[in-house]
Every structure is written in structure tokens, then in C-alpha cells.
């Protein structure tokens, strides 16, 4: 995965969420078969600014699609034209050989978690999967994210504690993990230490990079397998 092409969008509608996230829906102006994957983001740029965002529902038939951002203040309103370039970064990987996933999101982390959560939810039926979530409220969700949520077997309780509780009764074998850096560190070192093989945690942080346009975009960027962030850092997992 990595960089994909450039195109330009058209902002339909631009909803504020929570703190200084916006919900962008969008439209490609030529649209194409997407190739895009629960997990990446894409770039929208206007005269000299560049927004990373981040897919909540991808480019379908349509060409029509929802993205998340962090703006002070509002991207645009309806009708603006935005330079498109996507999708970028690694996608969440497909659990084939889990049995049980437990995905972690804290602040804004669950957005770029529940579409990929919906797609194991429908295709791979044989994967458990529990949501341990404190963040954003599901009233202030969009689209059909509320939906998405309800479906899902989940804890809204936040602390390690609660997150401990939920290792030693679940029992996963692969972590999901958004959240931002520090707390999904935090969050992935617990499952590593509970016995969870590194290979088989991932994270994504919720704080996406704000290059320049047309910039070299970061290398395995945005989800990351602990592994080689413990690598990264000089730490050994357990047997390696």
C-alpha cells in the first residue's frame, strides 16, 4: 500500500464534531474505482493548506464519501473544489487466521476503526470481535456510524484497569489499537505484556501527519504492527 492517485473532490457538506474534529462528506468530481482500505487517509488541499483525513466510509460507485479532520477553524463550505490525494498508508490488516479481536480506541480513535470493525462484522463472521471504547459519545457520530457501533459487542468504561478486566475475560488473540500516540503505546505494551503476540497488535494513531502538499508522505504510516515499533524504540519482544 501507499500513495495513491490525485483527483479533485467537491465538499458537500461539512458537519463539526467533537473539540475541533469535522466530518467532511465528499464527492470525487471524476468518479473511479477506489482502491481505498478501512485504516488509510487521504489529503485535501486548497492554496497553500493540506489537510490529512481520515476515511470513515469509503469512495464507493457513487464517488461520494465521509472523511474526519482537525480543523481550529471550517475546511470549507458546500460547493468548494479541494485537491484530493488518495488513499495514502497502510490499511488495518484482515484478521483471517484470528478467532478473537479486541479493537481499542480512546478520544477520536473509533472513527477510523467502526468501518473496518462493519466489514469483519459481515465478512468474516467466524472472528469475535469486542470494541474496549471511551471517546467521542455515539450521538456525536455520523452517518451510519451509531449503527455500526450498536452491532458491536462493546465497553464504554474507560481506565487500564477496565482494559484489564477486558484482556483476562476476552482473551483476544489480535489487537486493533487507535488511539492517540502515547495511550496507544501505553494500550498495545499491556496487551504485549498480557501474553499477546506482537506480530498481532496494531496500532494507528488519531494524529495524522501534516505534510507539505505534495511532500513524501511517512513510511508505514498510519497503522503500525508493534513489533516494529518495538523495534523502532530497541525493545525485544518476548521470544524474538
Given at each position: 500500500m501507499g500513495r495513491g492517485?490525485?483527483?479533485?473532490?467537491?465538499?458537500?457538506?461539512?458537519v463539526p464534531g467533537s473539540g475541533t474534529q469535522q466530518y467532511l462528506r465528499l464527492a470525487l468530481c471524476s468518479p473511479q474505482r477506489s482502491e481505498a482500505m478501512p485504516g488509510q487517509y487521504c489529503l485535501l488541499s486548497s492554496h497553500s493548506e493540506c489537510?490529512?483525513?481520515?476515511?470513515?466510509?469509503?469512495?464507493?460507485?457513487?464517488?461520494?464519501?465521509?472523511?474526519?479532520?482537525?480543523?481550529?477553524?471550517?475546511?470549507g463550505q458546500a460547493g468548494d473544489l479541494f485537491g484530493y490525494s488518495g488513499p495514502l498508508g497502510n490499511a488495518w490488516p484482515l484478521p483471517l487466521q484470528s478467532a478473537r479481536l479486541l479493537a481499542i480506541s480512546r478520544a477520536e480513535g473509533l472513527l477510523p476503526l467502526l468501518a473496518v470493525l462493519d466489514e469483519i462484522r459481515c465478512w468474516l463472521p467466524w472472528v469475535q470481535v469486542s470494541l474496549s471504547h471511551a471517546g467521542i459519545p455515539?450521538?456525536?457520530?455520523?452517518?451510519?456510524?451509531?449503527?455500526?457501533l450498536a452491532a458491536l459487542p462493546h465497553d464504554s468504561s474507560s481506565?487500564?484497569?477496565?482494559?484489564?478486566?477486558?484482556?483476562?475475560?476476552?482473551r483476544p488473540?489480535?489487537?486493533?489499537?487507535?488511539?492517540?500516540p502515547q495511550v496507544a503505546r501505553q494500550?498495545?505494551?499491556?496487551?504485549?505484556?498480557?501474553g499477546i503476540a506482537a506480530q498481532r497488535i496494531w496500532l494507528r494513531t488519531d494524529h495524522l501527519p501534516?505534510?507539505?502538499?505534495?511532500?513524501?508522505?511517512p513510511l508505514g504510516w498510519p497503522v503500525q504492527?508493534?513489533?516494529?515499533?518495538?523495534?523502532?524504540?530497541?525493545?525485544?519482544?518476548?521470544?524474538g
Open positions: 492517485g490525485s483527483a479533485s473532490v467537491r465538499l458537500l457538506e461539512a489537510w490529512p483525513c481520515s476515511y470513515v466510509s469509503l469512495p464507493g460507485a457513487s464517488g461520494r464519501f465521509l472523511v474526519a479532520t482537525c480543523s481550529v477553524k471550517p475546511v455515539a450521538e456525536r457520530l455520523p452517518d451510519a456510524c451509531p449503527t455500526w481506565g487500564w484497569l477496565q482494559l484489564q478486566r477486558t484482556l483476562d475475560t476476552f488473540d489480535t489487537v486493533y489499537c487507535c488511539a492517540p494500550a498495545a505494551r499491556l496487551c504485549w505484556q498480557t501534516r505534510p507539505a502538499w505534495g511532500g513524501p508522505q504492527r508493534y513489533d516494529r515499533v518495538l523495534a523502532a524504540l530497541k525493545w525485544v519482544p518476548p521470544g
